[in-house]
């Protein structure tokens, strides 16, 4: 009897197995369908092209924009050029290089600081680097009367994700006639947090005013940079001028960016640049 009983308990888990085996994929698939189809899922998917920007660090954004103010041929103060070139258009499929430096015709993209506020930006920025000892008080605030201010886009061509956008603020051309005294002639400013990576102004300091060593640390500090270390060269020939200094920070990877601090003699202006 118990024998039988087995038996039959085998032969409907034989049956109910089989059974499993031919109707049970069908209804698993149809149930997930019915999960899935003609309803709406939404999924948060991040953007990506041309105008999107990664979270670089100050280092590699430094590093990036380096490298593209080395790729263009615009000169960056009045005693390199009696004259400025103007930059013109260019087109972002027919760039040419590993970096490119261009014109954004397309202005501010919401994230940016506005041309409205580029101005009260850069005489913020002026105040941060006065309070630091970077540059000196009289350094007048810029006006939008008396300054040009265009929006570039900093690019790594073969990593069009990595760019770092920049207001560049000059002195306008009406003003080439002007008393320059105590004023600021260019700068660099990055277009998310107003900080200045680079600038040319007109001091009453003289070169032996200058502790180089200083302002760089105190830049260091202000960027949110590495501290740097020294460039060691013997050559006199790396600027237009005998007043410099050079320091290397850390880029992207193995390489590195340079930043110099140097003095135009006789128009007492003061510059830190950066470059690769």
């Known amino acids: 009897m118990r024998n039988k009983i087995k038996l039959v308990i085998i032969l409907v888990a034989a049956v109910l197995v089989m059974m499993l085996s031919v109707w049970g994929p069908e209804a698993l698939a149809q149930y997930k369908d019915n999960g899935i189809l003609e309803v709406i899922h939404a ?15 100050a280092n590699e954004k430094l590093y990036i924009l380096s490298r593209c103010l080395d790729s263009q041929d615009i000169p960056e103060s009045e005693q390199n050029a009696l004259t400025r070139m103007e930059s013109t258009e260019l087109d972002y499929q027919d760039l040419e290089g590993a970096y490119a430096f261009v014109v954004n015709h397309k202005g501010p993209s919401g994230r940016e600081i506005t041309d409205e506020q580029i101005y009260e930006t850069c005489n913020e920025g002026l105040g941060m680097l ?10 007048k605030a810029v006006k939008a009367v008396s300054y040009d201010a265009t929006l570039y886009s900093a690019i790594d061509v073969l990593e069009p994700r990595n760019n770092v956008a920049v207001w560049k603020v000059s002195l306008s051309n009406s003003q080439r006639n002007a008393n320059k005294e105590n004023r600021l002639i260019d700068a660099y400013i990055d277009a998310d947090d107003g900080k200045i990576y680079e600038f040319y102004a007109r001091t009453a300091l003289l070169w032996e005013d200058i502790d180089a060593d200083a302002l760089v640390e105190a830049w260091s500090d202000y960027m949110g940079l590495s501290y740097p270390s020294p460039y060691m060269s013997d050559n006199p020939l790396l600027e237009n001028t005998p007043y410099f200094k050079k320091y290397v920070f850390s880029g992207m990877g193995d390489e590195r960016t340079i930043v110099t601090v140097g003095f135009y003699e006789g128009i007492n202006e003061l510059f830190l640049k950066v470059s690769r």
């Open 43 to 57: 999924e948060a998917v991040q953007e990506a092209g041309e105008g999107y920007r990664y979270q670089l660090n």
């Open 130 to 139: 006065k309070e630091a000892g970077i540059l000196p008080d009289e350094v």
